[in-house]
Structures are given as C-alpha cells and as structure tokens.
C-alpha cells in the first residue's frame, strides 16, 4: 500500500510569507503527527491529530497551526515565516496513537530567504 | 512524563566491526520502545519495536537491540558494519495511552573502510 505522501518535497520562501505544507496518511491511519528537524535543534514535535482534533501540541510558537481533514489528510500552516523555520518538516502518521510504529514521509524542505 | 536519551551524538566504527548505539529511556509505565534509521534527506524509517514479550527484538539490515528493564536501556546492535549502514539512528519511547511518542536526539553513525 502508499506510505505516507508530502508535498512539496522543497519549498522556498521569503521571509514574512506563509506556507502550507501536505501530508497524506497510509490509507487507514488516522493518527498524524509533524516534526520539525533542524542540525541544531534535531528532531522537535509539531502537533499531532486524531479524528480532525488536535490531541497535542509542541512547544512551537502560534505562528505555526495544522489541520486534520475528514479523509485523515493533513496541513500545516507557517505564517510569518522566519530565517529560523528553514527545516525539514516530517510527517509520521500511525495507525494507533503511541502504540503502534509511526510510518514517515520524505518530508518537505523549507528553506526561507 | 517520558524521555529518552541516547549516549553519544556521533559513532563511527570499521567496516565489519559491531556497531553498538545507545539508548536508556525514562518511563513510570512499561514502555514501547523503537529504532529509527535516516538517511539523508529521508524520512525516518522503522528498524524494530519492542511492545511486549521477548526482550531481545530482531529488525531489518541485521540490527537487533535489547530491552532491560533494570538498566532502562534499549541499545541497538549489529554484529559487522557495512558501510549501507552509514546513516543517523532515533531511539523512540511511547508509552500505552501516552498518545505521543517521544524521539531521541540522534546518533549518527558513520562507517570506515
């Protein structure tokens, strides 16, 4: 079956503009979650969904939000974007929250100017 | 709450030698303890799990870790190194109605010929 799908695969975008980067779960999963990996910082949690609600969230500043459609599909949202957001964002959606393995996306590249 | 910390940011290791990466975790309740490998420019792929049962779990490429309750640790082994296996390793804990799995900071390993 398809693992889990992000688009774009890289991004770059100027300071102070917004961007939503899309993730599409393995068929079934209903649990999504995004990280944030930088060199400095390693691998940071985001948020996680489950069933379109927001069961977590990270330590991340407003500016960064995410959805989760009906379809298990889902979007986050980087406004205002800062030289320091420049990151891989991954997805990791699972089939049961915590209790099963997570399956990875490739992730997107964003690279802010 | 839970962590997990892995002993060592970088390993690097001969060809053919035992590869041994670190983990010791931090839990109240009996954990469910995973591998991940990256490669670059990836996202993070599962190399094994221990949920319940035999302590000594088998995964994919050769690799195979422990769990030891009384040291709190789940290392990660392989007998002989190749240099396929040159790639950054996530220790990950979560925990049965945690809903969140928690990542270590990495270990990147690299491999001499």
């Known amino acids: 079956k398809a693992g889990v799908t992000q688009t774009p695969r890289y991004l770059i975008k100027t300071r102070g503009q917004q961007v939503t980067l899309s993730c599409s779960p393995i068929s079934g999963h209903r649990s999504v979650s995004w990280y944030q990996q930088t060199p400095g910082q390693g691998l940071q949690f985001l948020f996680e969904y489950f069933s379109e609600t927001q069961r977590n969230k990270g330590n991340f500043p407003g500016r960064f939000s995410g959805r989760q459609f009906s379809n298990s599909r889902s979007e986050m949202n980087v406004s205002t974007l800062e030289l320091g957001d420049s990151a891989l964002y991954l997805c990791?959606?699972?089939?049961?929250?915590?209790?099963?393995?997570?399956?990875f996306g490739q992730g997107t590249r964003l690279t802010v100017v | 709450a839970q962590s997990v910390t892995q002993l060592g940011s970088h390993v690097s290791v001969s060809e053919g030698a035992l590869v041994l990466l670190r983990c010791n975790y931090s839990s109240s309740v009996p954990p469910y303890l995973f591998w991940y490998v990256q490669y670059p420019n990836q996202g993070l792929q599962l190399l094994l799990k221990y949920t319940t049962g035999a302590t000594l779990v088998k995964g994919i490429n050769g690799f195979e870790a422990e769990f030891k309750k009384s040291e709190t640790s789940f290392h990660l082994t392989k007998p002989s190194a190749h240099m396929s296996d040159a790639a950054e390793y996530f220790c990950a804990v979560s925990v049965t109605g945690g809903f969140k799995t928690i990542f270590g900071a990495g270990t990147r390993l690299f491999v001499k010929a």
């Open positions: 990791a959606s699972s089939w049961d929250r915590g209790r099963t393995e997570a399956f």
